[in-house]
């Protein structure tokens, strides 16, 4: 082999090597027997670092809640007259009342809602339907610290002005007792009668019962039947006011869409939900 050949060929081995391992110097060469420098193999890549994992997302924070329930000093008698459709002009009191609880996920969804937010509120219920015994663990705790009161709709929502004076009475005692064994409490003296109907047989039999007060409203978010989300915050934006007792009903899915917009119109407007019992002293 001529001077040029090795020349060559020990310009070959050099490149070779710079391209496997970076840099050459005089201690990556090996010799063969007769002292001819050849590339020493490279050495192996050192291992990989470890990727580095991206840090976990944090869980989305819960919204704000809302204002607190007003001074209990502040509590009024119950007006006369033993029916009640709006709150005394003293603050920005608002009471949210929610009826029936056909949707055993509409009613789950609405305790969410109300523990999530602090937005306190009264529930109207009808024991027939089983949301109320299998939500029962979930609403109890919410009831027992008064954030969610519960008033009497009767057992099986039957208009009250159709039927005999033993079935008025059949239907409120049995929703009671079923509140009672249920939740442990005494819901009297409200009571809703299904539809808004109610004549002086109704008054009759519901006083004698202890529930004086037939709780109507003065706003609605229209959502007894199945109507788009818009219309539920159109509603809500016409009758979250001051005084207000709103009905709404715990049957059908879009109002559970649509609890952000809710809390927004409460919180944009300085509104301080209630129960009942938030606002009126008890009867003696």
Same mark, same amino acid.
């Given at each position: 082999?001529?001077? /040029?050949?090795?020349?060559?060929?020990?310009?070959?081995?050099?490149?070779?090597?710079?391209?496997?391992?970076?840099?050459?110097?005089?201690?990556?060469?090996?010799?063969?027997?007769?002292?001819?420098?050849?590339?020493?193999?490279?050495?192996?890549?050192?291992?990989?670092?470890?990727?580095?994992?991206?840090?976990?997302?944090?869980?989305?924070?819960?919204?704000?809640?809302?204002?607190?329930?007003?001074?209990?000093?502040?509590?009024?008698?119950?007006?006369?007259?033993?029916?009640?459709?709006?709150?005394?002009?003293?603050?920005?009191?608002?009471?949210?009342?929610?009826?029936?609880?056909?949707?055993?996920?509409?009613?789950?969804?609405?305790?969410?809602?109300?523990?999530?937010?602090?937005?306190?509120?009264?529930?109207?219920?009808? /024991?027939?339907?089983?949301?109320?015994?299998?939500?029962?663990?979930?609403?109890?705790?919410?009831?027992?610290?008064?954030?969610?009161?519960?008033?009497?709709?009767?057992?099986? =929502?039957?208009?009250?002005?159709?039927?005999?004076?033993?079935?008025?009475?059949?239907?409120?005692?049995?929703?009671?007792?079923?509140?009672?064994?249920?939740?442990?409490?005494?819901?009297?003296?409200?009571?809703?009668?299904?539809?808004?109907?109610?004549?002086?047989?109704?008054?009759?039999?519901?006083?004698?019962? /202890?529930?004086?007060?037939?709780?109507?409203?003065?706003?609605?978010?229209?959502?007894?039947?199945?109507?788009?989300?818009?219309?539920?915050?159109?509603?809500?934006?016409?009758?979250?006011?001051?005084?207000?007792?709103?009905?709404?009903?715990?049957?059908?899915?879009?109002?559970? =869409?649509?609890?952000?917009?809710?809390?927004?119109?409460?919180?944009?407007?300085?509104?301080?939900?209630?129960?009942?019992?938030?606002?009126?002293?008890?009867?003696?």
């Amino acid at each position: 082999m001529s001077k /040029g050949d090795v020349n060559r060929r020990r310009l070959l081995v050099l490149a070779a090597a710079v391209v496997a391992g970076g840099t050459v110097t005089a201690a990556d060469w090996l010799y063969d027997g007769q002292g001819r420098p050849q590339a020493r193999p490279p050495s192996p890549a050192p291992p990989a670092a470890p990727p580095v994992l991206a840090a976990a997302t944090p869980a989305a924070s819960p919204p704000p809640r809302l204002l607190p329930p007003p001074d209990p000093r502040h509590r009024v008698r119950l007006p006369g007259g033993g029916v009640l459709s709006q709150l005394p002009a003293n603050d920005n009191t608002m009471a949210l009342t929610v009826d029936d609880g056909v949707n055993s996920e509409v009613v789950r969804l609405y305790i969410r809602f109300a523990r999530d937010t602090g937005v306190r509120m009264t529930f109207f219920l009808n /024991g027939v339907n089983k949301s109320w015994t299998d939500n029962r663990d979930e609403l109890r705790p919410l009831v027992d610290s008064g954030q969610i009161q519960l008033g009497n709709h009767t057992w099986s =929502h039957p208009d009250l002005t159709t039927v005999s004076s033993s079935t008025i009475r059949a239907e409120l005692v049995r929703n009671d007792l079923f509140m009672k064994d249920t939740y442990g409490v005494d819901a009297a003296p409200y009571f809703r009668p299904p539809y808004g109907k109610y004549n002086s047989a109704v008054e009759a039999v519901a006083a004698d019962l /202890g529930y004086t007060v037939a709780t109507l409203w003065s706003g609605s978010l229209a959502d007894s039947t199945v109507i788009s989300e818009d219309y539920i915050v159109k509603m809500a934006n016409r009758y979250f006011t001051p005084r207000t007792i709103v009905l709404g009903h715990l049957n059908h899915l879009p109002v559970t =869409h649509v609890y952000g917009a809710l809390v927004e119109i409460i919180r944009a407007r300085n509104i301080r939900t209630v129960t009942l019992n938030d606002v009126f002293l008890p009867q003696r």
